[in-house]
Nanobody, 119 residues
Framework: QVRLVESGGGLVQSGGSLRLSCTAS????????MAWFRQAPGEEREFVAV????????TYKDSVKGRFTISRDNAKNTVYLHMDSLRPEDTAVYYC????????????WGQGTQVTVSS
């Protein structure tokens, strides 16, 4: 059974930092593309950042470039999202997701963790 468990969300003031973690089990982590999405109230879920197998951890949503950093530790089956210079518009539920080798889409999702940035 595949499980993705996020942690690290919370309430932070504008300009502050948070680090989200997502630990996976039940899959071969080293060959799995891992990504973060987010969903604000009343909005569609949107892509934030991805660690893929060929391109590394270098692809980000434009509005978070230079502020967020995605990384992975294959020894710990964990992907991280370090968020600096947070803005109120970053407020959302953040989801970790996995796409196994050969899959056409993200096929596993975590339960989400709330990030709230106050102005």
């Amino acid at each position: 059974q595949v499980r993705l468990v996020e942690s690290g969300g919370g309430l932070v003031q504008s300009g502050g930092s948070l680090r989200l973690s997502c630990t996976a089990s039940g899959l071969t982590f080293s060959t799995t593309t891992m990504a973060w999405f987010r969903q604000a109230p009343g909005e569609e879920r949107e892509f934030v950042a991805v660690c893929n197998l060929r391109g590394g951890c270098t692809t980000y949503k434009d509005s978070v470039k230079g502020r967020f950093t995605i990384s992975r530790d294959n020894a710990k089956n964990t992907v991280y999202l370090h968020m600096d210079s947070l803005r109120p518009e970053d407020t959302a539920v953040y989801y970790c997701t996995a796409k196994r080798l050969g899959a056409l889409q993200y096929d596993y999702w975590g339960q989400g963790t709330q990030v709230t940035v106050s102005s």
